[in-house]
């Protein structure tokens, strides 16, 4: 049987994909082993999916100074013996990386072992860890067609994102049963800002529930420990659900739903179309960010499969507005996106995965 290392870690965002391509990888027949950082999100998700975990030690690069970026290049140094330990080890046939700090050192340690390796970038632009990780890996799958002409090497091939099918069976009588909603006819509204919240959006979706709640009943996953209770002024019954997150039976929430309000993610908006879900971007501003998200939304706004309002010009009036709006265009959206190319990224991974074991 053919083994396979997948790492990447940081953010659920760096595992999902893989754990979306997982039955396409059994069915090809390899042993699938993780490699990831001690502590990180990745470690849970690829436990709870059954994979044999291989710990090692990883530091964070910083594009600022910090006294911090010196101690960590020592944990850079003992993440890349970590990783030539376990891929000595384990002898895999292939690696793919999804990015992030942790995969750095494999990726590497990789290429030291002679072992192909293909890494995946999620965003419009490569992040610090990708870039780093570019010139060891044999190809570099991208999600964006425009990114192609920002990666000046004939490494890059375009594939989407690899979508977890369940997401794409939900319920949506399951998820109104999860919701404590009653069918009364209003149309749906779901807001997430991730796995971890996104705080502006939350204010202004509460700001702006006396208003939304008079026609749209919503669906707030707004991220651990941001529940609020009491529930604002203006919420009625069977209007407001709010969760911190979900992941057993959020292809039902998505189901349910009518409309998306969202943070500009490339996993999550690449979710959205492959659901084919009018949805409202808020990428998460440049103060915040190396600006991805905005370049993210960009493009599927231009593609006509998003409307965007970006975070500085966001407030009750002009979300409800925008809300408004989508709702009124949703027919065009789902229009847009039917009409997309980029939606089986599942397929197109696996193909660049087995032109190389």
């Known amino acids: 049987m053919k083994k396979i290392i997948l ?10 994909p893989h754990l979306a391509l997982l039955p396409a990888l059994r069915k090809a027949e390899f042993e699938i082993q993780y490699i990831g950082s001690h502590n990180g999100i990745e470690r849970g998700l690829a436990e ?32 890349l013996s970590d990783a030539l330990r376990v891929l000595r080890r384990v002898k895999p046939a292939l690696v793919f990386s999804k990015g992030g700090f942790v995969a750095v050192p494999v990726v590497m340690a990789a290429r ?23 010139p060891f890996a044999k190809k570099i799958c991208v999600a964006f067609p425009e990114t192609l002409k920002n990666i000046s090497t004939k490494k890059a091939i375009l594939t989407g994102i690899p979508i977890r099918e369940e997401l794409l ?17 209003k149309p749906i509204l779901l807001v997430t800002g991730g796995s971890q919240g996104a705080a502006a959006i939350n204010n202004a979706v509460r700001e702006a529930l006396p208003a939304l ?16 209770n009491p529930l604002p002024n203006g919420n009625a019954p069977n209007t407001y659900a709010q969760f911190e997150y979900i992941s057993d039976g959020l292809a039902n929430l998505y189901a349910a739903a009518d409309i998306v309000l969202s943070r500009a993610g490339a996993g999550t908006i690449f979710e959205l179309l492959a659901m084919k879900k009018p949805h409202l971007l808020v990428p998460l501003s440049k103060n915040a960010s190396r600006g991805d998200q905005i370049l993210n939304a960009q493009s599927f706004q231009k593609q006509g499969y998003s409307a965007v309002l970006q975070e500085e010009d966001m407030n009750p009036a002009t979300l409800t507005a925008e809300i408004d709006a989508l709702y009124c ?29």
């Open 112 to 134: 030291l072992l002679r072992i192909p390796t293909i890494i995946h970038e999620s965003d419009f632009t490569s992040g610090l860890a990708n870039r780093l990780a570019a």
């Open 169 to 185: 069976k939900g319920s949506p009588t399951a998820g109104l049963k999860m919701c404590g909603f009653e069918n009364n006819g």
């Open 329 to 357: 265009r949703k027919n065009d959206y789902i229009k847009s996106m039917a009409q997309a190319q980029q939606t089986d990224g599942i397929a197109a991974v696996m193909d660049a995965l087995l032109l190389h074991v």
């Open 48 to 79: 709870k999916a059954g994979l044999t975990y291989h710990p090692i030690a990883s530091g964070k690069l910083r594009r600022y100074l910090d006294v911090k970026n010196i101690t960590d290049m020592f944990r850079v140094v003992k993440g």
């Open 213 to 228: 709640t008079k026609k749209f009943r919503i669906i707030h996953l707004c991220g651990k420990g941001n529940l609020l």
């Open 7 to 16: 790492t990447g870690g940081g953010t659920a965002g760096h595992v999902t």
